[in-house]
Nanobody, 128 residues
Framework: QVQLVESGGGLVQAGDSLRLSCAAS????????VGWFRQAPGKEQEFVAG????????KYEDSVKDRFTISIDNARNTVLLQMNSLKPDDTAIYYC?????????????????????WGQGTQVTVSS
């Protein structure tokens, strides 16, 4: 049973940083793609960043490309999302999700319906 548990959200001011963690368990994740998504109040869920576990290849949504960094801590089986220079528009619930991609050598689908496993989400609030 795959489990994803997010942590690290909170209330910060514009310009601050946060690091989100997605602790993964229940599988060997080397053949998985892990994505971070977010959903702001009244808006659709959107892709933020993704990473292929085996290769470390990453993909970012344009608005976060120069501010967020996704990475893997293999020792802790955890996917990290370092978020710098946070803006009020980054306020949302952030979810991590995993997709089994044994035959893909590209990164990463941005379509949330393709991800099978989801965490419960962590709230990020950025005040102006």
């Amino acid at each position: 049973q795959v489990q994803l548990v997010e942590s690290g959200g909170g209330l910060v001011q514009a310009g601050d940083s946060l690091r989100l963690s997605c602790a993964a368990s229940g599988r060997a994740f080397s053949l998985y793609t892990v994505g971070w998504f977010r959903q702001a109040p009244g808006k659709e869920q959107e892709f933020v960043a993704g990473i292929r576990w085996s290769s470390g290849v990453t993909k970012y949504e344009d608005s976060v490309k120069d501010r967020f960094t996704i990475s893997i801590d293999n020792a802790r089986n955890t996917v990290l999302l370092q978020m710098n220079s946070l803006k009020p528009d980054d306020t949302a619930i952030y979810y991590c999700a995993a997709l089994f991609t044994p035959f893909s050598d590209t990164c990463c689908t941005t379509r949330n319906y393709e991800y099978r496993y989801w965490g419960q989400g962590t709230q990020v609030t950025v005040s102006s």
